[in-house]
């Protein structure tokens, strides 16, 4: 009947050639939320700048009179577009995979400039 232990002859080369420990972990999922975040980054950045944009040119476009409807909608055009950019970030922060890796003042420009896009929209007065 044989052991079912392994021989020890090999354990002083084993204990020589010791690995780290974080070699030895098993590798957990989370262990990639770095990368995720750089992943997940681009889209919201890039969204938030596209509202930042369109907040913009609802702000600089300014009607030259009561009759200007052109600029009135131009105005309304771009603020809705702020909010829509400003909605898909919200949107995606929702996702429970998204807010797992990115927390919530990821999304705090985005909602700032939705909501600046709102009371701009409001006080167009078209």
Same mark, same amino acid.
């Given at each position: 009947?044989?052991?079912?232990?392994?021989?020890?002859?090999?354990?002083?080369?084993?204990?020589?050639?010791?690995?780290?420990?974080?070699?030895?972990?098993?590798?957990?999922?989370?262990?990639?939320?770095?990368? #995720?975040? @750089?992943?997940? &980054?681009?889209? *919201?950045?890039? +969204?938030? !700048? =596209?509202?930042?944009?369109?907040?913009?040119?609802?702000?600089?476009?300014?009607?030259?009179?009561?009759?200007?409807?052109?600029?009135?909608?131009?105005?309304?055009?771009?603020?809705? #577009?702020? @909010?829509?950019? &400003?909605?898909? *970030?919200?949107? +995606?922060? !929702? =996702?429970?995979?998204?807010?797992?890796?990115?927390?919530?003042?990821?999304?705090?420009?985005?909602?700032?400039?939705?909501?600046?896009?709102?009371?701009?929209?409001?006080?167009?007065?078209?």
């Amino acid at each position: 009947m044989q052991s079912s232990k392994p021989s020890h002859t090999g354990d002083k080369q084993k204990s020589s050639q010791s690995r780290h420990p974080v070699d030895d972990r098993p590798h957990h999922p989370d262990d990639d939320r770095r990368l #995720l975040r @750089v992943i997940l &980054a681009v889209p *919201v950045v890039l +969204l938030t !700048l =596209a509202s930042a944009f369109f907040l913009w040119l609802a702000i600089i476009t300014r009607p030259d009179g009561d009759w200007d409807q052109a600029a009135y909608g131009g105005i309304e055009l771009a603020c809705g #577009l702020a @909010v829509v950019s &400003a909605g898909a *970030v919200g949107a +995606l922060w !929702l =996702a429970p995979s998204v807010r797992r890796v990115m927390r919530w003042p990821w999304t705090v420009p985005a909602v700032m400039l939705g909501v600046a896009a709102v009371v701009r929209w409001v006080s167009s007065g078209s």
